[in-house]
T-cell receptor, first 114, second 114 residues
Framework: DAGVIQSPRHEVTEMGQEVTLRCKPI?????LFWYRQTMMRGLELLIY????????DSGMPEDRFSAKMPNASFSTLKIQPSEPRDSAVYFC????????????FGPGTRLTVL | AQSVSQHNHHVILSEAASLELGCNYS??????LFWYVQYPGQHLQLLLK??????LVKGIKGFEAEFIKSKFSFNLRKPSVQWSDTAEYFC????????????FGTGTKLQVIP
């Protein structure tokens, strides 16, 4: 298995532009998480899905952020419009949903908003 | 809801020194516990986990952790650190049974000086 796949790996954009981050979880995993990591705030859970349904989006910073999971093998995190304070590394993680199993993290997308 | 505390935010050690990183959780029921490691510029990877049995868990690269239920603790240890152990370490907890959300601690940055 290729593990969790994220694209792009790096994204540089200008303030006000729309940004879409993509994630392909591990096949067979039914839970998917989006995290944001910054020096100032550490690792933050933004949203997680179980069986493609958003379970908890309380970590989503504001309405500029939205996430979708149209099927079991694909999820997107969209920021519109983007702002410089959104600059961070965004990680996607997938999980079997069984408590004794760990989450598997993707390589992350480093987002820079100028 | 569960919570996780990692009291050491930044630890600096010389090579060959012994390491102990604290992790305490709060939850009234049975939990599964994890330590993840994030090397500079990389994503989180599993170091070790506990879900039942022997409370002393051995992980990769010589790390171990001990689950002390009475103290709600799951401290990470290594008898002799190496420069390559420089990384950030995250403790995480998931309540057992059913679908539950994983909660991460704030992380401890370990710097090993050659």
């Amino acid at each position: 298995d290729a593990g969790v796949i994220q694209s792009p790996r790096h994204e540089v954009t200008e303030m006000g532009q729309e940004v879409t981050l993509r994630c392909k979880p591990i096949s067979g995993h039914n839970s998917l998480f989006w995290y944001r990591q910054t020096m100032m705030r550490g690792l933050e859970l933004l949203i997680y899905f179980n069986n493609n349904v958003p379970i908890d989006d309380s970590g989503m910073p504001e309405d500029r952020f939205s996430a979708k999971m149209p099927n079991a093998s694909f999820s997107t995190l969209k920021i519109q419009p983007s702002e410089p304070r959104d600059s961070a590394v965004y990680f996607c993680a997938s999980w079997t949903g069984q408590a004794w199993n760990e989450q598997f993290f993707g390589p992350g997308t480093r987002l820079t908003v100028l | 809801a569960q919570s996780v505390s990692q009291h050491n935010h930044h630890v600096i050690l010389s090579e060959a020194a012994s390491l102990e990183l604290g992790c305490n959780y709060s939850y009234g029921g049975t939990v599964n516990l994890f330590w993840y490691v994030q090397y500079p510029g990389q994503h989180l990877q599993l170091l070790l986990k506990y879900f039942s049995g022997d409370p002393l868990v051995k992980g990769i690269k010589g790390f171990e952790a001990e689950f002390i239920k009475s103290k709600f603790s799951f401290n990470l240890r290594k008898p002799s650190v190496q420069w390559s152990d420089t990384a950030e370490y995250f403790c995480a907890v998931i309540p057992s049974g059913g679908y539950q959300k994983v909660t991460f601690g704030t992380g401890t940055k370990l710097q090993v000086i050659p």
